[in-house]
C-alpha cells in the first residue's frame, strides 16, 4: 500500500497524508484516495485559506492504546485520536499549514462497524472526518458544541455520500 504521501498542497489547498501501520488496513479499497475525499469534503468548514496538511495513521488497538495512555493518561484502546498540532506558524518550505495527527484503531473500528452495521469504509471515513474536525478545533465537551460537531460530520458525510452516523439503526 502507498504512504498515502502527495505533492505539495496548492495555496487553499487541504492535503491529508494516509499512513497504513497495519497491513489489515487493506480491507479498505484506496485510503489514500478516501483521505483526499475527507480532505476535501471538509476543507470548507476548516477557518483558513492556505495550504493546510494533517496526517491520518492507520493503525491497531495496541498503538493507539499506547497513544492513549501516553498522551490522554486514558490507558485504554479507543477508535480514533487527534492531536493538534499547537504550532500556528506555516512550514517555512511548503507554505502550508500542519494542523496535526490523526490515530485509528483497525480492531476497534472493525468491532464498532460489525456492531453498528455499518461498512468498514463508511465507519473509517466517519471517524476521519471526526479527527480533522477535531484538528480544526471542533470538540464536543458539552452538548452544544456536540451538536455543532455532529450537524457538521453528518453534513459532511452526507455530501461523501453516507448517511448520518448517528441515526438509530
Known amino acids: 500500500m502507498p504512504d ?6 496548492e495555496p487553499g489547498q487541504f492535503r491529508l497524508n494516509c499512513v497504513a501501520g497495519d497491513p489489515r488496513w487493506q480491507d479498505v479499497p484506496d485510503p489514500a484516495g478516501l483521505c483526499a475525499r475527507v480532505a476535501q469534503a471538509c476543507q470548507p468548514v476548516i477557518n483558513y485559506s492556505g495550504a493546510l496538511e494533517a496526517t491520518v495513521l492507520l493503525t491497531d488497538d495496541a498503538q493507539v492504546q499506547d497513544l492513549n495512555a501516553r498522551f490522554r493518561n486514558q490507558d485504554k484502546p479507543t477508535n480514533v485520536l487527534s492531536f493538534a498540532n ?6 517555512a518550505d511548503s ?3 500542519y494542523l496535526g495527527d490523526i490515530a485509528i484503531s483497525y480492531d476497534t473500528v472493525l468491532r464498532e462497524a460489525d456492531e453498528t452495521g455499518k461498512s468498514l469504509q ?3 471515513t466517519h471517524l476521519i472526518v ?5 484538528l480544526a478545533g471542533f470538540d464536543h465537551e458539552d452538548d452544544a458544541e456536540a451538536e455543532d460537531m455532529e450537524g457538521q ?5 452526507l455530501g461523501l455520500g453516507i448517511v448520518d452516523p448517528y441515526m438509530a439503526v
Do not use: N, R, Y
Open 153 to 157: 460530520e453528518v453534513e459532511i458525510l
Open 4 to 9: 498515502g504521501t502527495a505533492p505539495e498542497p
Open 122 to 124: 463508511d465507519h473509517l
Open 95 to 97: 507554505g502550508a499549514l
Open 86 to 91: 499547537e504550532d500556528e506558524q506555516p512550514d
Open 130 to 134: 471526526h479527527g480533522v474536525l477535531h
